[in-house]
């Protein structure tokens, strides 16, 4: 009978089999990436688009066209539309950040055909009905007011506004009334311009064979389509903010929403996934220090963690975490005090063995699956162009890292000074 007081013994693996999808590129220009992995008769396409909100004219008009491609084409309704996907028992759905636009559809393999077909037709042909345009403005200005309420969505925008400024893509937010301002005329530009053939890449995922990828070169890779913008809008240079810390008043709020962090090197740099390890240690799994120490200890909150998020450019490193606004001057104070201790003190070995474990074993579930592996490979591709010797220097790094040179790059990248802090929550509690 298994012994659950004594904890199994870690393995740290040696070797990590990294799945590689088969490319092509269609005749159209597209890239398409096919991974053949699983069993089952289904299928994953995704259309990546360089159509983020970096390259919008107008606030919030990415993320209007990519979701409204599904409400109508030239020759289906958004309520036809729903159904033949229901018949076909296939399911789409659409995403847009900062940098991309995506449209997804899961199809069984027999019906892969016919669901691509309708595809086609939301992604080539929609027409934007002036009446769900409408719909739209109403439900996002409404939805944007209610979210304003909320005291992790002011830290959040406080945090990027103080990154990069307002008036940088990155750093810019809609206001409520933008959205009232979405004209029908702007969302058929921005689709003809940035949701175009030459800025898109498809990857295909599941039980694939050559006729699945037939079926994809069909309808998606024979003839170009859009308006072939080939030139897209260089980000401005960033300034280097000269207010380190950000506070947005929330009348009575119970918690307060923390935001601190930095912008980080992009992914190509040789420390990056040296940055990585010393982000686990720090927030980045559930038996992290901030977890130990904030939520385990001291009980300020729930849940805190520090992420290293990837943008195309760079990334970014964030701690975040709401904690009882009572709370609020003694979380920063632990915070600093965690980030100091990486600096200050050498990481013991069964700690950074521990992470080193967690760090394998996520490396490992990120190939876990044909749709799993579809998303980090796109990940890998689309951020910051990168290629498979990316996953086997991050193995290495994670294997060979030391503590002294955890504590040389905590001294590179986190010093106190260099970071961001914003909070949003009840001046009494400040």
């Known amino acids: 009978m298994l012994n659950r007081k004594i904890a199994p013994i870690r393995q740290i693996p040696d070797k990590i089999v990294v ?23 289904v299928c994953k396409i995704d259309l990546h688009f360089s159509a983020g909100s970096r390259y919008q004219s107008k606030p919030a008009e990415s993320r209007a066209a990519i979701s409204l491609l599904t409400e109508g084409t030239k020759n289906l309704t958004s309520h036809q539309i729903a159904e033949k996907f229901d018949f076909y028992g296939s399911f789409c759905e659409q995403n847009s950040d900062r940098d991309f636009g995506k449209i997804s559809m899961f199809s069984l393999g027999k019906f892969l055909n016919e669901s691509l077909d309708l595809l086609e037709q939301v ?16 439900k996002g200005k409404q ?5 304003l309420e909320k005291v992790t969505t002011l830290s959040r925008q406080d945090f990027f506004k103080g990154l990069f400024g307002f008036n ?18 702007d969302l058929v530009n921005f689709h003809q311009s940035h949701l175009t053939s030459n800025l898109c890449t498809i990857v295909l995922s599941g039980k694939v064979g050559k006729t699945e990828i037939n079926d994809v070169i069909n309808h998606f890779g024979k003839e170009k389509w859009g308006n072939e913008l080939t030139n897209l809008e260089i980000l401005p240079k960033i300034t280097i903010p000269k207010q380190r810390k950000h506070f947005s008043h929330k009348e009575d709020a119970l918690q307060s929403a923390i935001r ?12 990056y996934s040296a940055l990585v390890i010393l982000n686990t240690l720090l927030g980045g799994y559930f038996g ?4 130990k120490n904030i939520r385990e200890d001291k009980g300020y ?6 992420t290293i998020l990837t943008l195309r450019e760079f990334c970014v490193f964030v701690i975040g975490t709401e904690v009882g606004a009572e709370y609020t001057s003694p979380a920063i104070k632990e915070i600093y005090f965690e980030i100091s201790r990486l600096r200050n003190e050498l990481v013991s070995n069964d700690e950074l063995d521990l992470v080193r474990n967690y760090l394998l074993g996520e490396l490992l579930r990120s190939f876990d699956g044909a749709f799993t592996i579809a998303d980090t490979l796109i990940s890998l591709f689309e951020f910051n162009n990168l290629d498979y010797t990316f996953f086997e220097n991050t193995i290495h790094t994670i294997k060979t890292i030391t503590p002294e040179q955890l504590m040389k790059l905590a001294n590179s990248y986190l010093r106190e000074d260099d970071l961001i802090e914003c909070v949003a929550g009840s001046v009494s509690n400040i």
């Open 168 to 185: 940088h893509p990155y750093g810019f937010f809609a206001e409520p009334q933008d959205y009232l301002n979405i004209q029908r005329s």
């Open 123 to 138: 992604i080539k042909s929609p027409i934007f009905p002036e009446k769900e345009v409408e719909t739209y403005r109403i």
């Open 288 to 291: 992290s220090r901030l977890m």
């Open 260 to 271: 601190i962090g930095r912008i980080l090197v992009d992914r190509k740099h040789p420390d």
């Open 301 to 306: 909150t729930y849940g805190i963690s520090s």
């Open 19 to 41: 799945t590689k999808a088969d490319e092509i590129i269609l005749p159209n220009g597209i890239r398409l990436l096919s991974i053949n992995v699983g069993s089952e008769d």
């Open 143 to 147: 939805s944007l007011i209610v979210e």
